[in-house]
Every structure is written in C-alpha cells, then in structure tokens.
C-alpha cells in the first residue's frame, strides 16, 4: 500500500540547488511543487516495493522538450535499494535515463516512476530526481523524495506509528499503527500550537489504518502523538491546508 506525505521543506541551501527559471513544473497529485521541494512516500519496512507513481512533470515553454531523468542518492538506508522508470524503466544500477521523453509545449509526462526497496530495513532514504533538456542540460528542475518505512515511536517492538498522510492534510489524514504487544488504552492525539488537544480518536483494532477527519480544522501546524496509557510518545508535525 502507499502512502504519501507532503513536506513543505526546502533544501536547497543544503545541495546548493540553482533557483534559476526553469522551462519545466513538477506536480505531485495534481498539486504544483516548488523547485526543490522535498516530499515524503511512507510505507512499510516489509513492504516489496515502495512506489512513487504520482509525480508529473510539465514543459512551461512554447516548444517541445526531449526531456531526461537523473537519479541521485542523497542519504540511504544500508540494506535498501531504488530505481526508477521514465521512458524506460533502469536497473539501480543506473542513475540518469538512456533515453529521453518528448514533452510537448505545454504537454504534461505522467508516466515517472520512482521505485524504493526497504528489503525489511527501517529509516528514511532521501534521492534527488532531476528532469533536465537533454540538448541544454542547466534547464532542469528537481524534487527531494524521502521514503520513509514505518519505525517505532519509542520501543520499535512495542508499538508503531507511520509518518502521517497525507501532509500536509485537508479533508482527512491517516496513520498506519501497530499495538499489537501493549495495552489496548492507545489513541492518537493531535495538538495545537499552544499544546491544547484538538482532537483525540482511540484506537479500537490492534493493528490497521486511522483516519481522522481534518475538514474543520483552521489552516496550520498541528503536532500529534500516540498516546499509550496517558503517556504521549514522540511528537510528530502536522500541516493542515485547505
């Protein structure tokens, strides 16, 4: 199953990103992202496979484009591997496209694909992919994907929160967990910045998914926390825009 969560970061100061104007746009799920804005897949460390598959990337110009795909890792996971698929799909192995994709002026390419392998390993990985001219390589555009397995909030073996997703939020944000080996007195909590508790729903099933409706929520940072027998353990961001 996946997931997705978006972070409004940027980390551009940090891998020295150009904000030069760029004949291209990237979309993730039909939202405009900021050159170098970083978003974050969740999924499962047992998963086989955590896919990327809903970034789109727009030619802005008056004329065509044959566009490339280069790949970097920024921080990996020991144990993990990725690739990713445009036009062709690549072995890991392979880090910038062999072939190129034709982007008509004003065209849009749906078909990116970006492929993250936890093979049963926790933590986050981070990789850059960029989508440049091939006949003028500096007209480019990038956005910074974390994939992020699920990781326990104090004792990993005890009990688990994913990451929320989406994030930010509008109508509704969901949470994978696992309290399979605690008590069953767990909820999750979200909180205002003030610390003030907005919203509490208990958690009923040893395992499974949570969704919490948002949609009456004021835009803004929240923080949530799953809260085990009145104790509240890592607190997490949450972004709320309508």
């Given at each position: 199953?996946?997931?997705?969560?978006?972070?409004?970061?940027?980390?551009?100061?940090?891998?020295?990103?150009?904000?030069?104007?760029?004949?291209?746009?990237?979309?993730?799920?039909?939202?405009?992202?900021?050159?170098?804005?970083?978003?974050?897949?969740?999924?499962?460390?047992?998963?086989?496979?955590?896919?990327?598959?809903?970034?789109?990337?727009?030619?802005?110009?008056?004329?065509?484009?044959?566009?490339?795909?280069?790949?970097?890792?920024?921080?990996?996971?020991?144990?993990?591997?990725?690739?990713?698929?445009?036009?062709?799909?690549?072995?890991?192995?392979?880090?910038?496209?062999?072939?190129?994709?034709?982007?008509?002026?004003?065209?849009?390419?749906?078909?990116?694909?970006?492929?993250?392998?936890?093979?049963?390993?926790?933590?986050?990985?981070?990789?850059?992919?960029?989508?440049?001219?091939?006949?003028?390589?500096?007209?480019?555009?990038?956005?910074?994907?974390?994939?992020?397995t699920l990781v326990g909030i104090d004792d990993p073996?005890?009990?688990?929160?994913?990451?929320?997703?989406?994030?930010?939020?509008?109508?509704?944000?969901?949470?994978?967990?696992?309290?399979?080996?605690?008590?069953?007195?767990?909820?999750?909590?979200?909180?205002?910045?003030?610390?003030?508790?907005?919203?509490?729903?208990?958690?009923?099933?040893?395992?499974?998914?949570?969704?919490?409706?948002?949609?009456?929520?004021n835009e803004g940072i929240y923080f949530y926390s799953?809260?085990?027998?009145?104790?509240?353990?890592?607190?997490?961001?949450?972004?709320?825009?309508?």
């Amino acid at each position: 199953m996946k997931k997705f969560i978006f972070t409004l970061s940027f980390i551009a100061l940090f891998f020295g990103a150009s904000f030069s104007q760029s004949s291209f746009e990237i979309y993730f799920e039909d939202q405009l992202l900021e050159p170098d804005q970083e978003i974050t897949v969740g999924g499962e460390a047992s998963s086989s496979a955590i896919v990327l598959d809903v970034i789109d990337v727009k030619n802005i110009t008056s004329s065509s484009k044959a566009v490339k795909c280069a790949r970097e890792d920024i921080t990996i996971v020991p144990g993990t591997s990725n690739s990713f698929c445009w036009g062709l799909c690549y072995p890991p192995t392979t880090d910038t496209s062999a072939v190129s994709v034709d982007i008509d002026a004003g065209g849009m390419y749906t078909e990116f694909s970006g492929d993250y392998f936890p093979d049963g390993n926790e933590g986050a990985s981070t990789i850059k992919y960029t989508y440049f001219d091939e006949s003028n390589p500096s007209d480019k555009i990038s956005v910074f994907v974390v994939y992020s397995t699920l990781v326990g909030i104090d004792d990993p073996v005890d009990y688990k929160l994913s990451a929320a997703y989406p994030n930010p939020a509008n109508n509704f944000v969901k949470f994978d967990y696992d309290i399979s080996k605690i008590s069953d007195n767990s909820k999750v909590v979200i909180y205002n910045l003030l610390g003030s508790a907005v919203k509490e729903v208990r958690i009923d099933n040893s395992f499974g998914s949570l969704k919490i409706n948002t949609s009456d929520f004021n835009e803004g940072i929240y923080f949530y926390s799953l809260v085990v027998n009145n104790e509240p353990t890592k607190t997490q961001k949450l972004i709320i825009k309508h």
